[in-house]
C-alpha cells in the first residue's frame, strides 16, 4: 500500500496587527457593556441641593469605597471612550 506523505503546513504566525485587532475588538465590545450597565450603578458626586443615599457614617472607612472608586473610574475611562470616538 502507498501512503502519500502528510500535507506541509506552515508554522503558525501570528502578527501585530491581528495581536492589535483583536486587543481593539476585546476593548470594544467590554465597552459597549460597560458603558450600557453603568449608568444604572450610581456613581459620581452629588450636585449641591441633590438628595443623598449615603449609608455611611461620616468619619469612618467604608468597605464600598474600593468598589465604588473602580465603579467611578470604569464611568470616567468610557465616557472619555465615548466623547474621543464619538459613540
Known amino acids: 500500500m502507498i501512503t502519500s506523505p502528510a500535507p506541509y ?3 503558525l ?16 465590545l467590554l ?8 449608568p444604572f450603578v450610581p ?3 452629588e450636585e449641591h441641593d441633590e438628595l443623598i443615599d449615603d449609608v455611611n457614617l461620616h468619619g469612618r472607612v467604608s468597605q464600598v469605597e474600593p468598589i465604588q472608586d473602580a ?4 464611568a470616567r475611562v468610557t465616557d472619555r471612550w465615548m ?4 459613540q
Open 9 to 11: 503546513r506552515a508554522p
Open 13 to 28: 504566525r501570528v502578527a501585530a496587527k491581528q495581536v492589535l485587532l483583536g486587543l481593539f475588538i476585546t476593548w470594544q
Open 31 to 38: 465597552f459597549l457593556f460597560l458603558s450600557n450597565f453603568l
Open 43 to 45: 456613581h459620581g458626586h
Open 71 to 74: 465603579i467611578e473610574t470604569l
Open 83 to 86: 466623547e474621543a470616538t464619538g
